[in-house]
């Protein structure tokens, strides 16, 4: 649970931006936004229904982005998302026709629908922010943010997303359903015009990319940064675990803990802010053995041991 802790006001309006249209998640539209400020990627799990595609578009929204969906199906090809190269028998030369990954905000919907090859057309897009085709390679618009979606119940027809995808983003997020008042409020607010159709933006993204610099300047202690090692390392010699974090998970597990702090008005990360975020950052990074799966061990649950168990380091 996310502390309630005063926010920097350009964040703040960012966040309040959000809930006009994502009602009773404060603490995802909060992580959603320390992805953004870090420069990650947020894959969302959940079932149908639940505001994940509006949540995308309110933040794309907010920021005054460039917004586009791509609707991953089991026939969709790399190049349907990367762009393509057509020649031109006019000017006798080839030309790059974009994908719809030239964008800012990228809502990859239901990615688990597609074929691993296709996955992987978004592979270097998240890690290194441009894509290659036909052997020439393209920077990305900046900021450019992925969030996926899947969901987690229906299995059927999907390809589960190999580790070296997962890695990719640096959070998984579970909306989970509204409470009664909260579904209440939400037909309220659809009643007569969706709140979407008439959100205004807060920043831009240039305004955006600044914050981004600001968040890079945020001081980690050595201790701290001992601190996460720690419990990334624990997760690899963890009795229930198959696989564990890699060293990616570290650098999440920091630029995350920086955005975070930023965003709290702290110009230093404090282990509160590591122990905070480590279950977001690191549980998707971890495969467990089939035993603990059986058992009904979460990796959840494991991050949660790990962090209970690793010493803090002593803060000034």
């Given amino acids: 649970m996310l ?3 005063s926010l920097q006001p350009m964040i703040a309006a960012m966040i309040e931006n959000i809930e006009k249209v994502i009602v009773g998640k404060r603490e995802i539209a ?48 790399p190049s349907d998302v990367i762009g393509v190269s057509i020649y031109n028998q006019k000017e006798m030369q080839f030309e790059y026709k974009p994908g719809p990954i030239m964008g800012n905000v990228i809502l990859a919907d239901e990615i688990n629908r597609t074929s ?3 996955q992987s057309a978004l592979l270097e897009a998240m890690e290194e922010g441009n894509v290659t085709v036909d052997g020439v390679t393209r920077p990305l618009p900046r900021p450019f943010f992925v969030m996926a979606t899947q969901n987690p119940i229906e299995y059927e027809g999907t390809y589960p997303l190999p580790e070296a995808q997962l890695d990719r983003f640096l959070l998984k997020l579970k909306m989970g359903y509204p409470s009664l008042a909260e579904e209440i409020d939400i037909l309220n607010r659809m009643e007569n015009i969706s709140p979407i159709e008439e959100l205004q933006p807060v920043i831009d993204v240039e305004e955006l990319l600044s914050l981004r610099q600001s968040v890079k300047k945020v001081y980690i202690d050595e201790r701290v940064k001992r601190y996460i090692v720690e419990i990334v ?70 991050v949660a041991e790990i962090v209970a168990r690793t010493p803090v380091p002593f803060q000034r």
Avoid: C
């Fill in 3 to 5: 502390k309630n802790e």
């Fill in 116 to 118: 691993p090859k296709t």
């Fill in 233 to 302: 390392q624990r997760s690899r010699s963890h009795a229930s675990v198959y696989l564990g974090v890699s060293p990616r998970g570290s650098i999440a597990l920091m630029k995350a803990a920086q955005a975070y702090a930023f965003m709290h008005h702290r110009d230093f990360v404090i282990p509160d802010d590591v122990q905070l975020l480590a279950p977001y950052v690191l549980s998707h990074r971890i495969i467990l053995k089939p035993d603990a799966k059986f058992d009904g061990i979460s990796a959840e649950h494991i």
């Fill in 30 to 77: 909060t992580l959603s936004t320390v992805a953004l400020l870090a420069g990650g990627h947020v894959l969302l799990e959940d079932v149908p229904g639940v505001g994940k595609t509006m949540l995308v578009r309110a933040i794309a929204k907010s920021i005054n982005a460039q917004f586009r969906r791509i609707q991953f199906t089991p026939d969709l090809l």
